[in-house]
């Protein structure tokens, strides 16, 4: 089952905007973690954030999470036409077995316009 | 260079038959996954792996099969029974590390279809 939810499912911005996406989780988490997509091809890894923190930043992503309200955000500053991809979280629930099996949201498709 | 290798990138399959995904890692990642993505939605786990010989259900294991003979491999099987195999698959692999987050490394996928 899915855990995470993103919104907008689809966003188009120019280049030079910032580009914000949430995701909305339903259980107790150790961490959410953002992976980017582009079209036809494998996730790579952008930020981790662990369950204790609530700001996080990498170059031009900053990353939110408020435990509270079982939600993230996402920004990335002054887009670029690269960052044209899908973007999914991911969460690592608290189970009896927690080992890291992360759970998929659906994704923020994002566009980006020169 | 390390990483995780998937083939073939596309592959056909006739209604009826079984067929088999490879994916391979040069990582010393003692976890596997196998992950099903279908156009414009999440993805779904398949099966994963945490050690050689070992295996278990992800969340839609029905008409899949896997194996773990070695740690470096970890082949999928789409039999005849998955009724709508069509999709982008995608192997991942990872540390095993215990609730300090792992990162899941991915390969480029292979799509099935369906002729």
């Known amino acids: 089952s899915q855990q995470g939810e993103e919104d907008p499912q689809a966003l188009s911005i120019q280049e030079g905007e910032n580009a914000t996406m949430n995701c909305s989780y339903k259980?107790?988490?150790?961490?959410l973690q953002w992976y980017r997509q582009n079209s036809g091809r494998g996730l790579v890894h952008l930020i981790l954030?662990?369950?204790?923190?609530r700001e996080k930043h990498s170059g031009r992503l900053r990353v939110t999470l408020d435990t509270s309200k079982k939600s993230s955000s996402l920004l990335i500053t002054a887009s670029r036409a690269a960052d044209t991809a899908s973007y999914f979280c991911?969460?690592?629930?608290?189970?009896?077995?927690?080992?890291?099996?992360?759970?998929f949201g659906a994704g923020t498709q994002v566009v980006v316009t020169p | 260079d390390g990483g995780i290798t998937q083939s073939p990138k596309y592959l056909f399959r006739k209604e009826g038959q079984n067929v088999t995904l490879s994916c391979e890692q040069n990582?010393?990642?003692?976890?596997m996954y196998w992950y099903r993505q279908d156009p414009g939605q999440g993805l779904r786990l398949i099966y994963y792996?945490?050690?050689?010989?070992?295996?278990q259900k992800g969340d839609i294991a029905e008409g899949y099969s896997v194996s773990r003979e070695k740690k470096e491999s970890f082949p999928l099987t789409v039999t005849s029974a998955q009724k709508n195999p069509t999709a982008f698959y995608l192997c991942?692999?990872?540390?095993?590390?215990?609730?300090?987050?792992?990162?899941?490394?991915f390969g480029e996928g292979s799509w099935l279809t369906v002729v």
């Open positions: 259980t107790s988490i150790n961490n």
């Open positions: 990582l010393n990642h003692d976890a």
């Open positions: 991911a969460t690592d629930e608290v189970t009896t077995d927690s080992w890291g099996k992360l759970q």
């Open positions: 954030i662990r369950s204790n923190e």
């Open positions: 991942a692999s990872s540390i095993l590390t215990t609730g300090s987050g792992n990162t899941i490394y």
């Open positions: 792996s945490q050690i050689v010989n070992d295996f």
